[in-house]
């Protein structure tokens, strides 16, 4: 799994000109399942998602984690976190059929409930438009492949 884990100080995503979900201080996550990726994957991907020490404590160092920031999470699918591009025109073989995707995405979203969070979502399959106001920028790239086997 791929998240690209972005601090905002909000998010919101609209499908045909209608407001799904936002979020304040937070985190936007954009997910995108691989096709061999598992439950397993999901389960660590929404630890490290929700552990992630990236906000500003006293002293201007990133070193509080968003439960205790007080962050909310806007996580939004996104297939084409696995696009090859190796061409100009991208492919997309490496991305998990929604099939797969879908559950492990919904797993992603209630781990993270599960740890006490808000977590407002997109809607899985749709033409989103997502809009973000980034804080610092902060933007963070976690792949489970960077921290266990699959």
Known sequence: MRAVV???????VSIDGREVSSIDKGFLVLLGVHRDDTREQA?????????LRIFEDDEGKMN???KDAGA????VSQFTLYADCSSRRPGFTEAARPEISEPLYEL???????RGFEVGTGEFG?????????????TIILDTADFMKH
């Open 72 to 75: 909310e999470l806007l996580i």
């Open 64 to 66: 509080i984690n968003p």
């Open 108 to 114: 992603v979203v209630k781990e993270c409930r599960d």
């Open 126 to 138: 749709a033409d989103m438009k997502v809009a973000s106001v980034n804080d610092g920028p902060v």
């Open 43 to 51: 389960v660590k991907i929404a630890d490290k998602i929700c552990g």
């Open 6 to 12: 972005t601090r905002v100080l909000s998010a919101s």
